[in-house]
Nanobody
Framework: QVQLVESGGGLVQRGGSLRLSCAVSGSTLDYYSIAWFRQAPGKEREGVSCISVNYHSTYYADSVKGRFTISANNAENIVYLQMNSLKPEDTAVYYC?????WGRGTQVTVSS
């Protein structure tokens, strides 16, 4: 069973940066695509970014394209989400996902 643990969230001002980490256990990164989702209060969970290590491909939602970068460290089994130029609308709980497995999330709050 795949287990996911997110970390790296916090409070930043508009324009700031954060790097989220998703530690993956129970699988190597090259078997599955790993995705980041987020959920803001009162809103549905939405996909933010996804990486397929095996196929060397990435995906970004339009709302984060050019500001967020997803990457993977195969040796440490960690997926990162580098978030730059953060906006208040990026405030949400960010979750890591592999197939049907979810982490508990990490809170990102961007103040204006």
């Amino acid at each position: 069973q795949v287990q996911l643990v997110e970390s790296g969230g916090g409070l930043v001002q508009r324009g700031g940066s954060l790097r989220l980490s998703c530690a993956v256990s129970g699988s190597t990164l090259d078997y599955y695509s790993i995705a980041w989702f987020r959920q803001a209060p009162g809103k549905e969970r939405e996909g933010v970014s996804c990486i397929s290590v095996n196929y060397h491909s990435t995906y970004y939602a339009d709302s984060v394209k050019g500001r967020f970068t997803i990457s993977a460290n195969n040796a440490e089994n960690i997926v990162y989400l580098q978030m730059n130029s953060l906006k208040p609308e990026d405030t949400a709980v960010y979750y890591c996902n592999v197939l049907t497995s979810w982490g508990r999330g990490t809170q990102v709050t961007v103040s204006s």
